[in-house]
């Protein structure tokens, strides 16, 4: 994700996540690059999972081995989706009380958002491979779609 600090203040914390979602995926000679925005509060959290479309956050932790193993793929699978929903990172240890909120028991953790309301969830404590995540991932957006018919 980009660096966004000054004065020593993360500027994260003092603009909106849809302004976040415009500053995460930063165009870099003349390719999008993807890197997974990083919510950093349970303000921008409710924010970003109220929206219509869909929003599927990625529960994790620095000292996960399950959730390091998923990191070089996931932003190949995060522009693989780019066109049918938003990936979130939410740092356990960082973001209090959100993960507790959605009953997240396990990392690397899933969990589909659209409007506010939980669609599906992959919540485990085992290790996610491409192909399950990709799974999870296209039934997330059968989920939305169908919701939104």
Known sequence: MLMMHAEGVNIADRISATELLFLGNAQ?????????????????????IQKPGLTVAVFKADWCGDCKFIDPFMPEVEEKYANQLTLIEVD?????????????????SFIAFSNGQELVRLVNK????????EQFLDRASEVHGAMTL
Do not use: C, W
């Open 92 to 108: 356990v240890e960082h973001t209090e009380g959100i993960s507790e909120a959605h009953n997240v028991l396990g990392i690397p």
């Open 28 to 48: 870099l000679n003349g390719k999008v690059e993807y890197p997974m925005l990083k919510v950093s509060n349970k303000d921008q959290f409710d924010e970003l």
């Open 126 to 133: 085992l290790r996610k491979s491409r192909e399950e995540i």
